[in-house]
Nanobody, 119 residues
Framework: QVQLVESGGGLVQAGGSLRLSCAASGSIDSFNSMGWYRQAPGKQRELVARITSGGSTNYADSVKGRFTISRDNAKNTVYVQMNSLKPEDTAVYYC?????????????WGQGTQVTVSS
């Protein structure tokens, strides 16, 4: 059973920084990609950043230049460094891991961590 545990959320003022961590119960090398999504009240969950097993990254346009995703395979942990935070970044942030098996995609989710940015 795959477990993803997020940490690092909290309350920060606009312009501040936070680093979220996602610790996996097993080797993150077994996942094709890992990423961070967020969901604000009344909105759909959206992709924030993703990193593949090969190290390629992609970001939502709204966070490009401010957020950086990284992975530490030795610690089985994925991070997202969030700088220059804005009130519109306020959301519950979820860690996601994807495993491709043939034509199927298995999605694993963490429980989420709240990020609140005050103006």
């Amino acid at each position: 059973q795959v477990q993803l545990v997020e940490s690092g959320g909290g309350l920060v003022q606009a312009g501040g920084s936070l680093r979220l961590s996602c610790a996996a119960s097993g080797s993150i090398d077994s996942f094709n990609s890992m990423g961070w999504y967020r969901q604000a009240p009344g909105k759909q969950r959206e992709l924030v950043a993703r990193i593949t097993s090969g190290g390629s990254t992609n970001y939502a346009d709204s966070v490009k230049g401010r957020f950086t995703i990284s992975r530490d395979n030795a610690k089985n942990t994925v991070y997202v460094q969030m700088n220059s935070l804005k009130p519109e970044d306020t959301a519950v942030y979820y860690c996601n891991a994807k495993r491709f098996i043939g034509a199927n995609v298995l999605d694993y989710w963490g429980q989420g961590t709240q990020v609140t940015v005050s103006s």
